[in-house]
Structure formats: C-alpha cells, structure tokens
C-alpha cells in the first residue's frame, strides 16, 4: 500500500519561503514521478511541479522562478522549496504519485493514483 505523508506547511507572509516534505512508503520511490499540485478555496485543482527519477523536472508557469521540487531517493522523500510566496500561493498542497512509471511528467490529476492528506499553506500579511 503506497503511503503518501505531507508537512511543512504554514502562515507566512507575503515574500517570505517554506519547504514542503512528501514522505512516500509502500513501493520503490526511484522509479515513479512525484508531483505537487495545490487547490485554492473555489478553484480547480492545479499542478504546481513535478519530478522523475533521474531528477527531470516540470512546473507551473505561475511558480516558475520561484518554486524548486527536489528529491531524495535514499529517504523516499520529495520536497516543493517556495520563495516569494503570494497571497494567490495559498492553498492546500498535495503530493501524489501515479500507479505506473512514466517517461514524462503528466499534468493531469486524473492520472495520479496515489495522494496525500493535504498541507495548509496560507500566505497572509
């Protein structure tokens, strides 16, 4: 059984940094995509970024420049580093992993079997 666990999240203000953790269990992390995706009171689900297993990474124009996923292999973790975090950053962010390997990230939520509980983030002067 595929374990996906969120922390990290917060309030902070506007400009400010967080780091996300998704700590994964129940598979071989290596070989699967991870991603974050985020939803807003109101909005649609969104895919933030996401990683493969030899590092290839895609994001979100709207964090491009701003946000860093990572990955470390050896601790089955992935990690979503936010700077200039915006009020319209706000959210809650969720990490998931789809059943099967791909070569690409997929965009599309559909295509993610596996989802954490969800980390607040709220970013508020």
């Known amino acids: 059984q595929v374990q996906l666990v969120e922390s990290g999240g917060g309030l902070v203000q506007p400009g400010g940094s967080l780091r996300l953790s998704c700590a994964a269990s129940?598979?071989?992390?290596?070989?699967?995509?991870m991603a974050w995706f985020r939803q807003a009171p109101g909005k649609q689900q969104e895919f933030v970024a996401g990683?493969?297993?030899?590092?290839?990474?895609k994001y979100a124009d709207s964090v491009k420049g701003r946000f860093t996923i990572s990955r470390d292999n050896a601790k089955n973790t992935v990690y979503l580093q936010m700077n200039m975090l915006q009020p319209e950053d706000t959210a809650v962010y969720y990490c998931?992993?789809?059943?099967?390997?791909?070569?690409?990230?997929?965009?599309?939520?559909?295509?993610?079997?596996?989802w954490g509980q969800g980390t607040q983030v709220t970013v508020s002067s």
């Open positions: 129940g598979r071989t992390f290596s070989d699967y995509v």
């Open positions: 998931a992993a789809p059943r099967s390997p791909y070569n690409y990230i997929p965009l599309a939520a559909s295509v993610y079997t596996y």
């Open positions: 990683i493969n297993g030899s590092g290839t990474t």
